[in-house]
């Protein structure tokens, strides 16, 4: 089954709507998926830094507390400034364990160094507070130069060199969520020029569907007048072939039948006036009168021929035509050839009514305009069908577009049409015109219902 143009822009139209709908879910999807990366990594960078900042400041403030404990003479703040430094050292573990996570393994050797600078610097001011106030007066100086700003810079700069390291990390993923951003821009434009390509196809396909059922309806509207019109045509060429017909039987009723009727009327007058004379003249007037009778009883029978053969419901199809080419050939001169194959007396009512008419129109059309001087008539009934033909010699005809089938051609048409059939007709000037007719056979209602009674039976 050929799928029609709405089918496929109603599948364009949902594909486009389905498109947009998951291009927007993916979209939002790996937007989503960016910014939470983004906040992470700012979050790993933003909590490092501040780990390192705390770091230095611990550092910073235990060196500090180092050395106001060894310029402080007397022994009683040991405990305090201990304390204040064990402090001081659980908090910059705490740190120093917030600065994990790192992915290469040169960073981790770095933190794991610094873990160990960390460590040698408590472990080197440990002793300090186990010392002498005399001792502390006389190598206070050399041991803060000595050990503590020694390890107290090793720290620093491993701090330092941690936290150019997170820069560097951090820009290493910024790197690379710009890539992603940029791969997610491309699918953007990529989605979006998807989309706007599907929509002008189905803008551009709704248009011309649109103007094809403009062009398909202005078309309609136009066949619909002409039809209008050749139907008023059609009705009034009806409406006249009916007058026609009624004043050709009217005056054939008052010229033929009526003067023979009023002649019948003289004649049995002047029997009634001659009845008790001689019976020679009785018997002329007498004779006159039957012969009038006769021509009258032949005019009306004629006429009922013309109308409606009895000879097409008493003996067949075969017989009412060779009566009609016998009538034709006695009023036009033109002689008719005709040949029938098949049980043509078996066939229905109405297939011989229309085989006969059609026939009767064609040698009317033939008598009008063909001036053919032979025609040749051929009937075959078969199986399941019927089929006939009448072909001429005459002038024939050429149909065109300028070409306005009369109401006879029309008629044969229509009356094939109601039984099924089909009518061609085939005419070139010159070469006369030939009319083919086939009409399938089917079995009469009631012949079908004794058909299944007998079955039953």
């Known amino acids: 089954m050929r799928p029609r143009l709405w089918h496929i822009l109603l599948i364009g139209m949902g594909s486009l709507v389905l498109l947009t709908i998951l291009s927007g879910l993916s979209g939002y999807r790996q937007g989503q998926q960016i910014y939470t990366t983004i906040l992470g990594i700012h979050e790993d960078y933003t909590r490092r830094e501040a780990a390192l900042?705390?770091?230095?400041?611990?550092?910073?403030?235990?060196?500090l507390l180092v050395r106001d404990y060894l310029l402080d003479p007397s022994h009683i703040t040991a405990l305090m400034h201990r304390e204040e430094l064990v402090r001081i050292r659980e908090e910059m573990s705490r740190k120093v364990e917030e600065l994990g996570g790192f992915e290469i393994p040169a960073e981790r050797r770095m933190l794991q160094q610094l873990r160990k600078e960390l460590d040698a610097y408590w472990d080197t001011m440990d002793p300090v507070f186990e010392w002498t106030p005399r001792r502390k007066l006389a190598i206070s100086s050399l041991f803060l130069r000595r050990e503590v700003l020694p390890r107290r810079t090793a720290v620093l700069e491993m701090a330092e060199e941690i936290s150019r390291l997170n820069v560097a990390n951090f820009r290493q993923h910024q790197r690379r969520i710009d890539r992603s951003l940029q791969?997610?821009?491309?699918?953007?434009?990529w989605t979006l020029a998807v989309i706007v390509l599907l929509g002008l196809l189905v803008a551009g396909a709704s248009a011309l569907q649109l103007a094809r059922l403009e062009k398909r309806a202005d078309e309609h509207h136009r066949a619909t007048e002409r039809a209008e019109r050749e139907l008023r045509r059609l009705s009034l060429k009806l409406v006249r072939a009916q007058e026609d017909?009624?004043?050709r039987i009217s005056r054939e009723l008052h010229d033929e039948v009526g003067q023979m009727?009023?002649?019948?009327?003289?004649?049995?007058?002047?029997?009634?006036?001659?009845?008790?004379?001689?019976?020679?003249?009785?018997?002329?007037r007498m004779q006159e009168a039957k012969g009038l009778a006769e021509k009258t009883l032949r005019a009306v029978r004629d006429m009922a021929m013309g109308l409606r053969p009895s000879l097409l419901d008493d003996l067949g199809?075969?017989?009412a035509l060779?009566?009609?080419?016998?009538?034709?050939?006695?009023?036009?001169?033109?002689?008719?050839?005709?040949?029938?194959?098949?049980?043509?007396g078996s066939l229905p009512d109405t297939h011989r009514t229309c085989v006969y008419r059609v026939i009767q129109e064609a040698f009317t059309n033939c008598a009008r305009h063909a001036r053919a001087?032979?025609?040749?008539?051929a009937v075959h009934v078969g199986e399941h069908s019927l089929a006939f033909t009448v072909q001429d010699d005459g002038v024939g005809f050429r149909r065109g577009s300028q070409f306005t089938p009369g109401l006879g051609l029309i008629s044969i048409e229509e009356r094939v049409r109601e039984l099924g059939g089909k009518v061609e007709i085939r005419s070139q000037p010159g070469r006369g015109t030939l009319l083919q007719a086939e009409i399938p056979l089917r079995p009469e209602p009631e012949s079908a219902a004794r058909a299944e009674t007998e079955v039953r039976i």
């Not at 791969?183 to 434009?189: H, L, N």
């Open 53 to 63: 900042d705390d770091l230095r400041s611990g550092v910073y403030l235990s060196s």
């Open 183 to 189: 791969e997610f821009r491309r699918y953007t434009i």
């Open 322 to 344: 060779e009566w009609q080419i016998r009538d034709f050939s006695r009023r036009t001169g033109i002689p008719v050839e005709l040949v029938v194959e098949g049980p043509a």
């Open 373 to 377: 001087r032979h025609i040749r008539v």
């Open 317 to 319: 199809l075969g017989p």
């Open 261 to 284: 009727l009023t002649g019948l009327r003289f004649e049995l007058a002047n029997l009634e006036a001659i009845r008790t004379g001689p019976e020679e003249p009785f018997k002329e």
């Open 245 to 247: 017909e009624r004043r």
